[in-house]
């Protein structure tokens, strides 16, 4: 077998779906197709059954994958340690935030720190809402700063980056700042944010769909970018649950907040696709949880 023939079996396995893995591997859909076809030919049986509603795979399908996945995990590694040694820490190194609030506090003294480090590695960093992984396993970005939590089996979970307490942002005048607390009881009688493409596990950690009490939590209009938050808030049509940090971030005039009660701390931490590890990646999940020991984070999940 051939690499690409690899590659594509491997992630087809995982996608269970041929669109999809057209997408991560930038193919053509037919290619993929013609691709598995000509394998299971070549190996004398069928390895992913194929109905109109799915795609699974098959007995033999499921132990070729069992058997090339450690081996072709292997090579990336091997691959990637020895492009790391030949150009060091280079190169450019593109980090996503979802939302500033889920850099955390000391985000902007890990850049600082990482650039004096390795001045040969081009940083940038981009705010681009929400926080979809389908970004870092097309390579459009290499690291993102995410909630937790992270359920992603093919994602590297790195430092903390922060650690905080939670807030509910609402207009000023609201009754609930009036009060000056809430609870996600109170949710009830207020809009939240839809999901939109906010993985599943994160939005459910923070915006469920019912109280304790099982009242149902509404779901206010579409947003496009965390300005647009803040406006629908000001305006009365939302109420939102985030952290401290945020306030550090992003202000609004007609925007204040008040403590969310009953709920741990909210974690976000540096997240990436293991195979895709770089040494520029390590360099700077080394840099961040250097900074965060230093200033009270132990830089671990």
Same mark, same amino acid.
């Given at each position: 077998?051939?690499?690409?023939?690899?590659?594509?079996?491997?992630?087809?396995?995982?996608?269970?779906?041929?669109?999809?893995?057209?997408?991560?591997?930038?193919?053509?859909?037919?290619?993929?197709?013609?691709?598995?076809?000509?394998?299971?030919?070549?190996?004398?049986?069928?390895?992913?059954?194929?109905?109109?509603?799915?795609?699974?795979?098959?007995?033999?399908?499921?132990?070729?994958?069992?058997?090339?996945?450690?081996?072709?995990?292997?090579?990336?590694?091997?691959?990637?340690?020895?492009?790391?040694?030949?150009?060091?820490?280079?190169?450019?190194?593109?980090?996503?935030?979802?939302?500033?609030?889920?850099?955390?506090?000391? /985000?902007?003294?890990?850049?600082?720190?990482?650039?004096?480090?390795?001045?040969?590695?081009?940083?940038?960093?981009?705010?681009?809402?929400?926080?979809? /992984?389908?970004?870092?396993?097309?390579?459009?970005?290499?690291?993102?700063?995410?909630?937790?939590?992270?359920?992603?089996?093919?994602?590297?979970?790195?430092?903390?980056?922060?650690?905080?307490?939670?807030?509910?942002?609402?207009?000023?005048?609201?009754?609930?700042?009036?009060?000056?607390?809430?609870?996600?009881?109170?949710?009830?009688?207020?809009?939240?944010?839809?999901?939109?493409?906010?993985?599943?596990?994160?939005?459910?950690?923070?915006?469920?769909?019912?109280?304790?009490?099982?009242?149902?939590?509404?779901?206010?209009?579409?947003?496009?970018?965390?300005?647009?938050?803040?406006?629908?808030?000001?305006?009365?049509?939302?109420?939102?649950?985030?952290?401290?940090?945020?306030?550090?971030?992003?202000?609004?005039?007609?925007?204040?907040?008040?403590?969310?009660?009953?709920?741990?701390?909210?974690?976000?931490?540096?997240?990436?696709?293991?195979?895709?590890?770089?040494?520029?990646?390590?360099?700077?999940?080394?840099?961040?949880?250097?900074?965060?020991?230093?200033?009270?984070?132990?830089?671990?999940?």
């Amino acid at each position: 077998m051939e690499l690409r023939e690899v590659e594509i079996f491997l992630v087809l396995s995982e996608e269970l779906h041929f669109g999809r893995t057209a997408q991560r591997l930038y193919l053509s859909q037919p290619r993929i197709s013609q691709t598995i076809r000509a394998l299971e030919v070549r190996l004398g049986g069928q390895l992913f059954e194929r109905t109109s509603r799915q795609v699974r795979l098959t007995a033999l399908g499921e132990r070729l994958r069992d058997e090339l996945r450690p081996a072709h995990d292997h090579f990336r590694r091997a691959v990637t340690a020895a492009t790391d040694l030949a150009r060091g820490v280079s190169g450019e190194l593109r980090v996503c935030v979802a939302s500033y609030a889920m850099a955390g506090p000391r /985000f902007t003294e890990i850049v600082r720190d990482f650039q004096a480090r390795y001045p040969d590695c081009r940083l940038t960093v981009t705010e681009e809402f929400p926080g979809e /992984f389908a970004r870092l396993r097309t390579g459009a970005y290499h690291l993102m700063c995410h909630r937790q939590p992270i359920t992603e089996p093919d994602l590297t979970i790195g430092p903390t980056l922060s650690r905080e307490e939670r807030i509910l942002l609402v207009r000023v005048g609201h009754p609930l700042a009036l009060r000056g607390h809430a609870t996600i009881e109170d949710l009830a009688d207020h809009a939240v944010i839809p999901r939109g493409g906010i993985p599943s596990p994160m939005y459910e950690a923070y915006f469920p769909a019912t109280t304790p009490a099982g009242r149902p939590i509404p779901r206010g209009p579409q947003i496009s970018t965390t300005s647009d938050i803040l406006h629908r808030i000001a305006h009365g049509e939302l109420v939102h649950p985030t952290v401290g940090s945020f306030l550090s971030y992003y202000h609004h005039p007609e925007v204040t907040h008040v403590p969310l009660r009953g709920h741990p701390p909210v974690k976000s931490a540096l997240v990436w696709v293991t195979n895709l590890e770089n040494a520029a990646i390590r360099a700077f999940a080394s840099t961040a949880a250097e900074v965060l020991a230093r200033t009270g984070l132990s830089g671990s999940g």
